[in-house]
């Protein structure tokens, strides 16, 4: 492995490649470094690029990307400024992108970081906090910053660290005022190599080993220190930088420390603890681009680790707000059939016929089980595939133009949202909330698999707690135009990586009519990237070629007719896509433009079918876009979306009120859905027939009432329901929840 590393410094970048042959065990070797200085944003990022793209000729092109950047910086992917230089005092640079360009001219994404946290990941790597989870890496030189290392993660919180501007207690007798434009008197204003100038009239370099200026530095740093002791609890303290170097003053530092603590934290009692305590780095010189280095192999590994299974289920869902369990008792149900069941599937309607499901499984049709439950007048469907919703913007009402008018893209409508009453009552739900509730819509309208069109970052810790299957292996790009939302690593990257790892690429696409939304697959052409991994979704500005072109590639198209209409007034070209035999897959968008789940989306893309040509869209058709074609667009057809034994065990039953099943599917309600089973494991159920189903060891299974019919359910949906409702402060009705909490 080859990594491109770059230590971003005010004054010079540091370029580096290092190469690994045991995945980074072992500190990497350095096969390339170079510094070149840092003057204009422009030329240095262009000679950055130019200079590794030169040595990567020479050496191997890298597998990975790291850079280390002087900052204030911002972190948050997903923001129009990530990768960008923020309020820094140095002249050009406010504002400056880095890690883009870079990534770009390069073709990788970047691991962008802070150089201070960059510091810390290679010491937690190779050097001085090797074997630890939690430490600090501080560094004293033209400023003072800091890297915190917390369980093992580096810690960013809404942006990064800074623990330069602590503000410790003056030294008695000390008058200057402090160096730091912002804060005057914190860590960096007193203690900071331009303060030790200013204050003493003489460099750090130049002052002599005995001087005050010593002494002094050593107070104001054990007094910052014995905070970060208190604070962050960590296992060590790593003093670097061309000031904290200076011979004898961590061995200073550390006897200060004792007294400024003065007994409160015993483990430091001792000082050869606390010699311990306060270290050197050991990476040396090349400490920076090793934390590049470190930075890039992490999200590569964070990569492979976060994506390792297709889905991710947890059995046993915890509580997701306070409220009564009724946990079951017994023996888990690990094998059952349904029993005189009509089940549809691939080759056909079997009627009084049997399905067998062990464990995670389909196991055929025909063998009895330990477990036999007869459904009654029912029919068995897959469950069921959402191909596209937004999962955290699953709030009502709708926000959209006004009366007699439409949008021309999305972007005024976006504005339109973050100003609206709605978005402002739904501010009062956490993020975590409003996961859940976009989860819950979906099951209650028998969905097993959705996708969250959403960065990773936004939706990765709560998936795995999520009651169904909620599609991890993505890559994305928000729409393909110059003013989408920089989604993601940039669309070529995305798309690359989508297609070395065999995932869906997944974008808004021609959503609207100006001339740039309608050059949609132009975008994609041009770039290199329409191929079979895409799912495009909207696209209601297709032209017929735009239709020829998916169709040769392959593509998905993602229809979404109830929130085209409600927006633009119209929809795609549906009978053109489905007449030149293109994959199509319906999904709901949010509930803030869309149906309330995909059951009145079936229908609404039933009557805009009618509306636009004078006939019905086969049910049939809408069967497929709603099981079979969305788990082919997301490339996971072996494992779901339809009935076949081998297959994960993902069931939709519905109460039977038409002779036809795809009619009956089409006419479905909430109310009908009687079972919904996702990987074997029953989700809700009918109490009065599935009531055995839901027997198991501690399962948090509570009751709700649908329609006036009393159902098992694994989780807590009532609860989430009565937190929203306390937390917006009425009781809020939202549609897609059956029932009364």
């Given at each position: 492995m080859i990594v491109a590393a770059i230590e971003a410094g005010g004054t010079k970048f540091v370029l580096g490649l290092a190469k690994s042959d045991d995945g980074g065990r072992a500190l990497p070797d350095l096969i390339f470094r170079e510094s070149i200085p840092t003057t204009t944003p422009d030329e240095t990022i262009r000679r950055a690029a130019d200079t590794l793209l030169e040595a990567s000729a020479r050496h191997g092109k890298p597998d990975a990307l790291g850079i280390g950047c002087f900052g204030p910086v911002e972190l948050r992917t997903g923001h129009a400024d990530w990768g960008c230089v923020t309020s820094t005092p140095k002249p050009g640079w406010r504002g400056a992108a880095v890690a883009g360009p870079i990534g770009r001219a390069l073709g990788l994404a970047a691991a962008f970081d802070t150089d201070v946290n960059a510091a810390a990941a290679g010491e937690g790597r190779w050097g001085a906090g090797r074997g630890l989870t939690d430490f600090v890496y501080i560094t004293v030189g033209t400023g003072i910053g800091g890297g915190v290392m917390s369980g093992g993660r580096l810690v960013h919180g809404a942006a990064h660290p800074e623990l330069g501007h602590f503000k410790p207690a003056k030294v008695e007798g000390d008058s200057y005022e402090g160096f730091c434009p912002y804060h005057r008197a914190c860590l960096e204003g007193l203690a900071s190599g331009p303060a030790i100038a200013a204050r003493w009239g003489r460099s750090a370099q130049e002052l002599p080993a005995g001087h005050p200026a010593w002494e002094m530095e050593a107070i104001y740093l054990a007094r910052a220190f014995a905070a970060f002791a208190c604070v962050l609890s960590p296992q060590r303290l790593i003093l670097g930088g061309g000031v904290g170097l200076r011979p004898g003053l961590a061995e200073r530092v550390c006897e200060i420390l004792g007294a400024e603590l003065n007994g409160y934290l015993g483990w430091l009692d001792?000082?050869?603890?606390?010699?311990?305590?306060?270290?050197?780095?050991?990476?040396?010189?090349?400490?920076?681009?090793?934390?590049?280095?470190?930075?890039?192999?992490?999200?590569?590994?964070?990569?492979?680790?976060?994506?390792?299974?297709?889905?991710?289920?947890?059995?046993?869902?915890?509580?997701?707000?306070?409220?009564?369990?009724?946990?079951?008792?017994?023996?888990?149900?690990?094998?059952?059939?349904?029993?005189?069941?009509?089940?549809?599937?691939?080759?056909?309607?079997?009627?009084?016929?049997?399905?067998?499901?062990?464990?995670?499984?389909?196991?055929?049709?025909?063998?009895?089980?330990?477990?036999?439950?007869?459904?009654?007048?029912?029919?068995?469907?897959?469950?069921?595939?959402?191909?596209?919703?937004?999962?955290?913007?699953?709030?009502?009402?709708?926000?959209?133009?006004?009366?007699?008018?439409?949008?021309?893209?999305?972007?005024?409508?976006?504005?339109?949202?973050?100003?609206?009453?709605?978005?402002?009552?739904?501010?009062?739900?956490?993020?975590?909330?409003?996961?859940?509730?976009?989860?819950?819509?979906?099951?209650?309208?028998?969905?097993?698999?959705?996708?969250?069109?959403?960065?990773?970052?936004?939706?990765?810790?709560?998936?795995?707690?999520?009651?169904?299957?909620?599609?991890?292996?993505?890559?994305?790009?928000?729409?393909?135009?110059?003013?989408?939302?920089?989604?993601?690593?940039?669309?070529?990257?995305?798309?690359?990586?989508?297609?070395?790892?065999?995932?869906?690429?997944?974008?808004?696409?021609?959503?609207?009519?100006?001339?740039?939304?309608?050059?949609?697959?132009?975008?994609?052409?041009?770039?290199?990237?329409?191929?079979?991994?895409?799912?495009?979704?909207?696209?209601?500005?297709?032209?017929?070629?735009?239709?020829?072109?998916?169709?040769?590639?392959?593509?998905?198209?993602?229809?979404?007719?109830?929130?085209?209409?409600?927006?633009?007034?119209?929809?795609?070209?549906?009978?053109?896509?489905?007449?030149?035999?293109?994959?199509?897959?319906?999904?709901?968008?949010?509930?803030?433009?869309?149906?309330?789940?995909?059951?009145?989306?079936?229908?609404?893309?039933?009557?805009?079918?009618?509306?636009?040509y004078g006939e019905d869209l086969p049910a049939k058709t809408l069967f497929d876009m709603v099981t079979i074609n969305g788990a082919k667009a997301f490339r996971i057809a072996k494992e779901t979306g339809s009935i076949e034994s081998g297959k994960l065990a993902d069931i939709a039953v519905f109460r039977a009120q038409r002779d036809d099943p795809f009619e009956n599917l089409v006419e479905a309600k909430m109310e009908d859905l009687e079972l919904l089973v996702h990987r074997g494991t029953p989700l809700l159920g009918l109490e009065s027939r599935y009531a055995e189903l839901f027997a198991g060891e501690n399962r948090p299974v509570t009751r709700i009432a649908i329609g006036g019919r009393d159902y098992l359910v694994l989780g807590n949906p009532a609860a989430l329901y009565r937190s929203v409702r306390k937390a917006i402060g009425f009781e809020k009705k939202l549609e897609y929840l059956p029932f009364e909490p």
């Open positions: 001792d000082e050869e603890a606390r010699k311990a305590f306060v270290v050197r780095p050991e990476l040396g010189a090349n400490a920076g681009l090793y934390g590049a280095v470190a930075l890039a192999m992490w999200r590569t590994e964070s990569e492979r680790g976060r994506y390792r299974e297709n889905f991710i289920f947890r059995r046993l869902l915890p509580k997701i707000v306070g409220g009564r369990d009724e946990s079951t008792k017994g023996e888990n149900v690990d094998a059952f059939a349904l029993t005189g069941a009509t089940i549809v599937t691939p080759r056909g309607i079997k009627t009084s016929s049997s399905l067998v499901v062990e464990g995670e499984r389909f196991a055929g049709f025909a063998r009895p089980s330990a477990i036999n439950v007869a459904i009654g007048p029912a029919i068995v469907y897959p469950g069921l595939v959402n191909v596209h919703d937004h999962l955290r913007g699953n709030y009502t009402p709708r926000v959209g133009p006004a009366p007699g008018t439409f949008y021309v893209n999305w972007g005024p409508w976006d504005a339109d949202l973050k100003a609206s009453d709605v978005y402002a009552e739904r501010a009062n739900i956490t993020v975590e909330q409003m996961y859940f509730l976009g989860a819950w819509k979906n099951l209650f309208s028998g969905v097993t698999t959705v996708n969250d069109h959403f960065p990773h970052q936004f939706n990765e810790p709560f998936i795995d707690r999520l009651p169904i299957r909620v599609i991890r292996e993505y890559c994305l790009a928000h729409e393909c135009s110059s003013f989408d939302l920089k989604w993601g690593d940039g669309m070529e990257i995305e798309h690359r990586w989508a297609v070395e790892r065999d995932w869906p690429f997944i974008t808004h696409l021609e959503e609207g009519f100006d001339a740039e939304s309608q050059d949609g697959i132009g975008i994609l052409e041009r770039a290199g990237c329409l191929t079979d991994h895409d799912i495009l979704v909207h696209c209601i500005g297709f032209s017929e070629e735009d239709i020829r072109k998916v169709k040769k590639a392959g593509a998905t198209v993602a229809w979404c007719p109830a929130s085209n209409i409600f927006m633009f007034n119209t929809t795609c070209k549906i009978r053109k896509l489905l007449r030149a035999d293109v994959n199509v897959a319906l999904g709901t968008d949010s509930t803030h433009t869309g149906s309330i789940n995909l059951l009145e989306e079936i229908r609404c893309g039933r009557d805009a079918y009618r509306q636009l």
